[in-house]
């Protein structure tokens, strides 16, 4: 049982079906792992161990009246930024600390639909504002590669969750880089998709013209395979796409032979830790050696990225948060009796200081007199930006860099002072500004035998290109199945 632990979906989902295992068997080994490892990691903050296993007896009687779904029984873990009916929805903030939402998420509910089993909700920076996951109202979480480090942000929970293997495969969302960078920083596979192929309904706003969700795992094959499940059009959704779904691993096993791979000049310029340079290079390398070129490419405005992310989305926050949209987003705590009332008690709960930080910088470039500088500013670089990367793809079919310009740092190390955290994001956020895809693969280790991520761009829609480029690199490496010790 215990080589479970550290297997692929395939793996998982072949045991199930040749009934060496069940669902409820499965579940009850990483609830097992959870209450024995999370004390010290801190990645989920919300467990209910009767639902999970009542929810896998039911995959296993799927499973026996002869459903064949792919990912049937499978347990995860959903960032506690997705609604999920019957359970606490917190999105780390106090302010949702007894939020028990009525309803899911349609990520949850079609998970659900594709078989899979809830394990319990993962830990987050409040409201996924931040990089490190020490804005958290219900603590910081540790990375497993190192507990004195952070695990990345906002989706630090869900990176940690599956470095310290208590779940096959988690959700995340990514509204500036919280799947890549936590991905990077715990030697995991994560995908922002294209912004519109899954649906942001029941997934608690921070800036919507920036958010989307997607998967991560430990390989890209475990990712496409969950991605599958997650994607489709919803009416519910005013930014859904309305698109043909695809099969995500359709290509995996294409070979790379001609794949043209650009480099942009920006994304290796200063500011990259020396260690994390020479994994980037070294997995570059390797992949010439798969067949593919490498081209010299430039993103000329991607300097501006941070600051016009950092004026963007706060003003999107700002005008969520401060509203409180309990209509939009069904925030309907039992305890309200009307929406004033949630508005006025909420706000007494009051928000971190990172979130009304944030919102004191997206009401000001908001406001009269200030919207033409910053906010309207800020859209004009976004246009450049996604304008860049329409051109570098005439040039190359993926674009590679780092996902992160460091590798896990120490707790304290970066919290205070906001312009280093921010810069945290400085390879990641330009993606999410174009609405393109977006992944980080584990490429190797720097110093401290501190994972690195590779980040892999993709044009929009080309999430099953990006898939296939990532499996070619794991079938010819083994970083994405290495365990941090003690695990
Ligand atoms: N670190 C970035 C921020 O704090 C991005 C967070 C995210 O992608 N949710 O805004």
Not at 41 to 54: G, H
Not at 170 to 191: M, N, W
Not at 328 to 354: C, H, I, V, W
Request: proline share 5%; net charge negative.
């Amino acid at each position: 049982m215990s080589d479970l632990i550290n297997a692929s979906l395939r793996e998982l989902s072949a045991a199930l079906e040749a009934k060496q295992v069940s669902s409820v068997e499965l579940s009850t080994m990483f609830l097992d792992r959870i209450e024995k490892l999370n004390p010290e990691i801190n990645a989920f903050v919300t467990l209910d161990r009767a639902k999970t296993l009542a929810q896998a007896a039911e995959m296993d009687a799927r499973r026996a009246a002869g459903d064949t779904s792919p990912l049937l029984g499978i347990p995860l873990g959903h960032k506690d930024i997705f609604c999920t009916e019957g359970w606490l929805t917190t999105c780390g903030s106090k302010m949702l600390h007894n939020f028990v939402s009525p309803y899911d998420a349609t990520v949850v509910t079609k998970l659900k639909q594709a078989g899979l089993v809830t394990l319990g909700k993962l830990n987050m920076d409040e409201f996924a504002m931040g990089s490190s996951n020490e804005t958290s109202y219900f603590g910081p979480v540790k990375n497993p590669w190192d507990t004195k480090r952070v695990p990345g942000g906002s989706s630090g929970g869900s990176a940690a969750a599956i470095a310290a293997r208590l779940a096959p495969v988690v959700t995340g969302t990514d509204t500036g880089g919280s799947i890549r960078q936590p991905a990077s920083l715990c030697g995991l596979t994560g995908l922002k998709p294209t912004y519109g192929v899954v649906s942001r309904y029941g997934m608690i706003a921070f800036a919507s013209s920036l958010d989307q969700a997607g998967p991560m795992a430990k390989s890209a094959e475990d990712c496409a395979l969950l991605l599958n499940g997650m994607v489709g059009f919803d009416e519910r959704d005013s930014t859904s796409l309305q698109r043909e779904t695809e099969d995500y691993t359709r290509d995996l096993n294409k070979p790379l032979s001609g794949l043209r791979i650009g480099l942009p000049k920006e994304f290796f310029g200063e500011g990259m830790a020396d260690d994390v340079r020479a994994t980037v290079e070294a997995a570059l390398e390797q992949y010439r050696q798969l067949g593919a070129t490498t081209v010299d490419i430039t993103l000329p405005n991607s300097g501006l990225s941070v600051p016009a992310y950092y004026v963007i989305a706060p003003a999107e926050a700002s005008s969520n948060l401060s509203r409180f949209d309990g209509v939009r987003y069904g925030y309907r705590a039992p305890e309200f009796t009307n929406l004033d009332d949630m508005y006025s008690k909420s706000r007494a709960q009051g928000f971190g200081s990172e979130v009304k930080r944030r919102i004191l910088i997206g009401t000001y470039v908001l406001s009269h007199g200030y919207y033409d500088a910053y906010y309207l500013q800020a859209q004009k670089i976004r246009r450049l930006i996604a304008a860049d990367f329409v051109e570098a793809f005439k040039a190359c079919d993926v674009i590679m860099g780092p996902a992160s310009p460091d590798t896990a740092f120490a707790f304290g190390e970066k919290s205070g002072d906001p312009v280093k955290m921010y810069l945290s994001d400085i390879y990641t956020i330009s993606t999410n500004l174009a609405g393109l895809p977006g992944m980080s693969i584990p490429a190797g280790f720097g110093a401290n035998k501190l994972p690195v991520g590779l980040q892999i761009i993709g044009n929009y829609f080309d999430e099953a290109k990006m898939f296939n480029v990532a499996h070619q690199y794991q079938q010819v490496t083994s970083w994405h199945r290495e365990m941090p010790a003690g695990i």
